[in-house]
Protein backbone atom coordinates (compact mmCIF):
# COMPACT_ATOMS: atom_id res chain seq x y z
CA UNK A 1 0.00 0.00 0.00
CA UNK A 2 1.26 3.22 -1.30
CA UNK A 3 1.64 5.84 1.64
CA UNK A 4 3.56 9.05 2.22
CA UNK A 5 5.55 7.91 5.25
CA UNK A 6 7.94 11.26 4.68
CA UNK A 7 5.37 13.71 4.75
CA UNK A 8 7.19 17.22 4.54
CA UNK A 9 6.81 21.00 5.01
CA UNK A 10 6.51 22.79 1.55
CA UNK A 11 8.86 25.59 0.88
CA UNK A 12 7.27 28.44 -1.44
CA UNK A 13 9.64 30.72 -1.68
CA UNK A 14 8.91 32.16 -5.39
CA UNK A 15 5.31 32.29 -6.91
CA UNK A 16 5.22 33.13 -10.57
CA UNK A 17 2.07 34.99 -11.70
CA UNK A 18 0.88 34.29 -14.78
CA UNK A 19 -1.44 37.04 -16.01
CA UNK A 20 -3.30 38.47 -18.53
CA UNK A 21 -4.79 41.05 -16.35
CA UNK A 22 -8.95 39.64 -17.05
CA UNK A 23 -11.02 39.39 -13.87
CA UNK A 24 -10.04 35.90 -12.87
CA UNK A 25 -6.47 37.14 -13.31
CA UNK A 26 -6.91 39.80 -11.02
CA UNK A 27 -8.46 36.85 -8.45
CA UNK A 28 -5.45 34.97 -9.21
CA UNK A 29 -3.45 38.07 -8.22
CA UNK A 30 -4.97 38.35 -4.63
CA UNK A 31 -4.87 34.66 -4.40
CA UNK A 32 -1.11 35.51 -4.88
CA UNK A 33 -0.24 38.01 -2.63
CA UNK A 34 -2.44 36.08 0.48
CA UNK A 35 0.17 33.40 -0.13
CA UNK A 36 3.36 35.49 -0.61
CA UNK A 37 2.57 37.12 2.65
CA UNK A 38 2.17 33.49 4.37
CA UNK A 39 5.14 32.20 3.31
CA UNK A 40 7.50 35.40 2.86
CA UNK A 41 7.64 34.65 -0.96
CA UNK A 42 8.96 36.56 -3.68
CA UNK A 43 6.31 37.29 -6.69
CA UNK A 44 7.16 37.02 -10.13
CA UNK A 45 4.35 38.73 -11.66
CA UNK A 46 4.26 37.57 -15.56
CA UNK A 47 2.69 38.65 -18.56
CA UNK A 48 3.67 37.17 -21.73
CA UNK A 49 3.04 38.82 -25.28
CA UNK A 50 2.22 37.89 -29.01
CA UNK A 51 5.58 36.37 -30.93
CA UNK A 52 6.78 39.12 -32.93
CA UNK A 53 5.13 39.22 -36.25
CA UNK A 54 2.14 36.79 -35.24
CA UNK A 55 -0.73 40.28 -35.52
CA UNK A 56 1.30 41.56 -38.95
CA UNK A 57 4.39 42.70 -40.77
CA UNK A 58 6.36 45.84 -41.47
CA UNK A 59 4.96 49.35 -39.82
CA UNK A 60 1.51 48.16 -39.24
CA UNK A 61 2.83 45.21 -36.44
CA UNK A 62 5.29 47.77 -35.25
CA UNK A 63 2.52 49.89 -33.97
CA UNK A 64 0.83 47.83 -32.98
CA UNK A 65 3.31 45.58 -30.98
CA UNK A 66 4.34 49.11 -29.11
CA UNK A 67 0.62 49.91 -28.28
CA UNK A 68 0.38 46.27 -26.77
CA UNK A 69 3.67 46.34 -24.88
CA UNK A 70 2.86 50.02 -23.39
CA UNK A 71 -0.96 48.62 -22.30
CA UNK A 72 1.07 45.65 -20.66
CA UNK A 73 3.87 47.66 -18.90
CA UNK A 74 0.70 50.35 -17.83
CA UNK A 75 -1.15 47.48 -16.20
CA UNK A 76 2.01 45.77 -14.55
CA UNK A 77 2.79 49.18 -13.36
CA UNK A 78 -1.04 49.00 -11.35
CA UNK A 79 -0.27 45.91 -10.25
CA UNK A 80 2.87 46.44 -9.36
CA UNK A 81 2.10 49.92 -7.21
CA UNK A 82 -0.97 48.19 -5.78
CA UNK A 83 -1.02 48.47 -1.71
CA UNK A 84 -1.80 44.43 -1.66
CA UNK A 85 2.03 44.43 -2.29
CA UNK A 86 3.06 46.10 0.60
CA UNK A 87 6.75 44.89 1.59
CA UNK A 88 6.54 41.72 -0.34
CA UNK A 89 9.05 40.97 -3.18
CA UNK A 90 8.36 41.65 -6.39
CA UNK A 91 9.61 41.59 -10.21
CA UNK A 92 7.76 42.32 -13.48
CA UNK A 93 8.75 40.52 -16.10
CA UNK A 94 6.93 41.06 -19.77
CA UNK A 95 8.44 39.47 -22.49
CA UNK A 96 7.10 37.93 -26.13
CA UNK A 97 6.78 34.36 -27.45
CA UNK A 98 4.70 31.33 -26.97
CA UNK A 99 3.06 31.49 -23.71
CA UNK A 100 3.90 27.99 -22.07
CA UNK A 101 7.62 28.86 -23.83
CA UNK A 102 7.71 31.48 -22.06
CA UNK A 103 6.25 30.82 -18.87
CA UNK A 104 8.32 27.55 -18.72
CA UNK A 105 11.75 29.05 -19.00
CA UNK A 106 10.99 31.64 -16.17
CA UNK A 107 9.67 28.76 -13.90
CA UNK A 108 13.19 27.15 -14.57
CA UNK A 109 15.37 30.57 -14.22
CA UNK A 110 13.55 31.86 -11.10
CA UNK A 111 13.46 28.41 -9.22
CA UNK A 112 9.85 28.91 -9.08
CA UNK A 113 7.88 26.48 -6.19
CA UNK A 114 4.24 27.39 -6.97
CA UNK A 115 2.70 28.78 -10.53
CA UNK A 116 -0.49 30.82 -10.15
CA UNK A 117 -2.97 31.28 -12.84
CA UNK A 118 -6.60 32.72 -13.83
CA UNK A 119 -8.82 30.47 -16.12
CA UNK A 120 -11.74 32.25 -18.34
CA UNK A 121 -14.90 30.49 -18.35
CA UNK A 122 -17.66 28.46 -20.58
CA UNK A 123 -15.99 28.56 -24.04
CA UNK A 124 -12.94 30.32 -22.68
CA UNK A 125 -12.11 27.76 -20.66
CA UNK A 126 -13.10 25.11 -23.21
CA UNK A 127 -11.01 26.38 -25.86
CA UNK A 128 -8.20 26.61 -23.07
CA UNK A 129 -8.61 22.70 -21.90
CA UNK A 130 -8.18 21.87 -25.78
CA UNK A 131 -4.48 22.43 -26.13
CA UNK A 132 -3.09 25.65 -24.38
CA UNK A 133 -1.72 27.43 -21.69
CA UNK A 134 -3.35 25.75 -18.53
CA UNK A 135 -3.63 22.17 -19.79
CA UNK A 136 0.42 22.07 -21.12
CA UNK A 137 1.41 23.79 -17.40
CA UNK A 138 -0.70 20.89 -15.24
CA UNK A 139 1.11 18.37 -17.14
CA UNK A 140 3.97 19.65 -17.80
CA UNK A 141 5.29 22.07 -14.86
CA UNK A 142 7.52 20.37 -12.17
CA UNK A 143 5.91 22.62 -9.45
CA UNK A 144 2.38 22.86 -8.24
CA UNK A 145 0.14 24.78 -10.08
CA UNK A 146 -3.06 26.92 -8.55
CA UNK A 147 -5.44 27.62 -11.26
CA UNK A 148 -8.27 30.42 -9.82
CA UNK A 149 -11.18 29.80 -12.25
CA UNK A 150 -14.50 31.72 -13.13
CA UNK A 151 -16.66 31.13 -10.09
CA UNK A 152 -13.94 31.47 -7.24
CA UNK A 153 -14.83 34.15 -4.72
CA UNK A 154 -12.14 34.83 -2.34
CA UNK A 155 -12.52 35.86 0.85
CA UNK A 156 -9.61 37.78 2.98
CA UNK A 157 -7.12 34.78 2.11
CA UNK A 158 -5.29 35.23 5.46
CA UNK A 159 -5.08 31.14 5.72
CA UNK A 160 -7.01 28.88 4.22
CA UNK A 161 -9.55 26.95 6.60
CA UNK A 162 -10.65 23.95 5.04
CA UNK A 163 -8.55 21.87 2.40
CA UNK A 164 -10.31 19.34 0.54
CA UNK A 165 -7.78 16.48 -0.89
CA UNK A 166 -9.08 14.80 -4.10
CA UNK A 167 -7.22 11.48 -4.25
CA UNK A 168 -7.30 8.41 -7.44
CA UNK A 169 -4.44 6.76 -5.43
CA UNK A 170 -1.74 7.91 -8.54
CA UNK A 171 2.03 9.19 -8.10
CA UNK A 172 0.65 12.91 -9.10
CA UNK A 173 -2.36 12.03 -5.89
CA UNK A 174 0.59 11.25 -3.94
CA UNK A 175 2.76 13.84 -4.38
CA UNK A 176 -0.45 16.16 -3.67
CA UNK A 177 -1.06 14.67 -0.28
CA UNK A 178 2.22 16.13 1.40
CA UNK A 179 1.18 19.66 0.00
CA UNK A 180 -2.48 18.94 1.05
CA UNK A 181 -1.43 18.06 4.48
CA UNK A 182 1.59 20.62 4.81
CA UNK A 183 -1.06 23.37 3.86
CA UNK A 184 -3.49 22.18 6.58
CA UNK A 185 -0.70 22.00 8.88
CA UNK A 186 0.39 25.36 8.23
CA UNK A 187 -2.78 26.97 8.15
CA UNK A 188 -4.05 24.83 10.78
CA UNK A 189 -7.28 24.09 8.40
CA UNK A 190 -9.47 21.14 8.34
CA UNK A 191 -8.67 18.58 5.96
CA UNK A 192 -11.06 15.84 3.95
CA UNK A 193 -9.38 13.10 2.02
CA UNK A 194 -11.82 12.05 -0.67
CA UNK A 195 -11.99 9.08 -3.23
CA UNK A 196 -14.58 8.64 -5.48
CA UNK A 197 -15.36 5.14 -6.96
CA UNK A 198 -16.59 5.25 -10.96
CA UNK A 199 -17.48 1.93 -11.00
CA UNK A 200 -21.07 0.65 -10.08
CA UNK A 201 -21.22 -2.04 -7.42
CA UNK A 202 -22.95 -4.65 -7.99
CA UNK A 203 -24.69 -5.36 -4.19
CA UNK A 204 -24.76 -3.16 -1.42
CA UNK A 205 -22.21 -5.18 0.15
CA UNK A 206 -20.16 -4.66 -2.48
CA UNK A 207 -20.57 -1.41 -2.22
CA UNK A 208 -19.59 -0.99 1.72
CA UNK A 209 -16.72 -3.03 0.97
CA UNK A 210 -15.14 -0.98 -1.26
CA UNK A 211 -15.92 1.89 0.89
CA UNK A 212 -14.46 0.66 3.55
CA UNK A 213 -11.43 -0.61 1.99
CA UNK A 214 -10.50 2.87 0.26
CA UNK A 215 -11.56 4.78 3.23
CA UNK A 216 -8.65 2.55 5.52
CA UNK A 217 -6.04 3.23 2.52
CA UNK A 218 -7.13 6.66 2.21
CA UNK A 219 -6.20 6.84 6.17
CA UNK A 220 -3.19 5.22 6.14
CA UNK A 221 -1.91 7.60 3.53
CA UNK A 222 -1.18 10.21 6.62
CA UNK A 223 1.12 9.14 8.96
CA UNK A 224 0.31 9.30 13.00
CA UNK A 225 2.18 12.38 14.53
CA UNK A 226 0.96 15.07 11.73
CA UNK A 227 0.74 18.47 13.58
CA UNK A 228 -2.53 19.16 12.05
CA UNK A 229 -5.45 21.24 14.17
CA UNK A 230 -8.29 18.51 13.38
CA UNK A 231 -8.33 14.92 11.71
CA UNK A 232 -8.81 14.01 8.48
CA UNK A 233 -12.18 13.54 7.73
CA UNK A 234 -12.90 10.54 5.11
CA UNK A 235 -15.27 10.34 2.27
CA UNK A 236 -15.70 7.51 -0.39
CA UNK A 237 -18.17 7.70 -3.20
CA UNK A 238 -19.68 6.63 -5.77
CA UNK A 239 -20.62 8.65 -8.69
CA UNK A 240 -18.95 10.47 -11.47
CA UNK A 241 -15.45 12.04 -10.11
CA UNK A 242 -15.88 15.55 -11.46
CA UNK A 243 -19.27 16.41 -10.11
CA UNK A 244 -18.48 14.74 -6.66
CA UNK A 245 -15.64 16.66 -5.84
CA UNK A 246 -16.79 20.18 -6.56
CA UNK A 247 -20.21 18.46 -4.58
CA UNK A 248 -18.17 17.35 -1.87
CA UNK A 249 -16.42 20.95 -1.95
CA UNK A 250 -19.42 23.15 -2.04
CA UNK A 251 -20.66 21.05 0.78
CA UNK A 252 -17.58 21.00 3.05
CA UNK A 253 -17.05 24.95 2.23
CA UNK A 254 -13.49 23.96 0.78
CA UNK A 255 -11.30 27.26 0.08
CA UNK A 256 -8.75 24.95 -1.47
CA UNK A 257 -9.01 22.10 -3.35
CA UNK A 258 -5.76 20.03 -4.16
CA UNK A 259 -5.46 16.72 -7.01
CA UNK A 260 -2.73 15.21 -8.52
CA UNK A 261 -1.84 15.37 -12.32
CA UNK A 262 -0.34 13.08 -14.93
CA UNK A 263 2.79 14.14 -17.32
CA UNK A 264 2.08 14.46 -21.29
CA UNK A 265 -1.45 13.53 -21.20
CA UNK A 266 -4.78 13.36 -18.34
CA UNK A 267 -5.06 14.20 -15.16
CA UNK A 268 -4.08 10.92 -14.04
CA UNK A 269 -6.78 7.82 -14.29
CA UNK A 270 -9.24 9.04 -12.04
CA UNK A 271 -9.27 12.54 -12.85
CA UNK A 272 -9.17 12.80 -16.73
CA UNK A 273 -9.17 16.16 -18.33
CA UNK A 274 -12.69 16.24 -18.36
CA UNK A 275 -13.31 16.03 -14.77
CA UNK A 276 -10.28 18.57 -14.35
CA UNK A 277 -12.25 20.85 -16.95
CA UNK A 278 -15.67 20.73 -14.95
CA UNK A 279 -13.87 21.43 -11.11
CA UNK A 280 -11.72 24.28 -12.67
CA UNK A 281 -15.47 25.77 -14.32
CA UNK A 282 -17.52 24.95 -11.59
CA UNK A 283 -15.43 25.23 -8.56
CA UNK A 284 -16.26 27.84 -5.92
CA UNK A 285 -12.27 28.04 -4.48
CA UNK A 286 -8.69 28.03 -6.58
CA UNK A 287 -7.57 24.71 -7.20
CA UNK A 288 -3.59 23.19 -6.98
CA UNK A 289 -2.62 20.31 -9.42
CA UNK A 290 0.94 18.56 -8.56
CA UNK A 291 1.83 16.77 -11.26
CA UNK A 292 3.36 13.22 -11.21
CA UNK A 293 6.91 11.70 -11.64
Known amino acids: MASLANLSRVAINNILLATDFSPEAENAFHCTVAIAKRYDSTIFLTHVLPPEGSMGVGESWAALSDAVRSGAEKSMARLGHTGE ?15 WEVISRTLDEKNVDLLVMGTHGDKAVKKLFLGSTAETASRHATCPV ?29 RALN ?19 ES ?14 DGDRLRRMVPPGMDLAYQPEVEVEIGIPEVEIVRLADTRKADLIVMGSHIGGAVATHVPWTTLHHVLRNA ?10
Not at 85 to 99: D, Q, R, Y
Not at 180 to 193: C, F, I, Q, S
Not at 201 to 211: F, I, Q, R, V, Y
Request: glycine content about 6%; charged content about 20%; overall charge negative.
Open 85 to 99: LGSIAHEIIIKSGIT
Open 146 to 174: LTVGPHVELTSGERFHHILYASDFSSGSL
Open 179 to 197: YAVALAADDRAELTLQHVI
Open 200 to 213: KPASEAEMLAWKRE
Open 284 to 293: HCPVLTVRGE
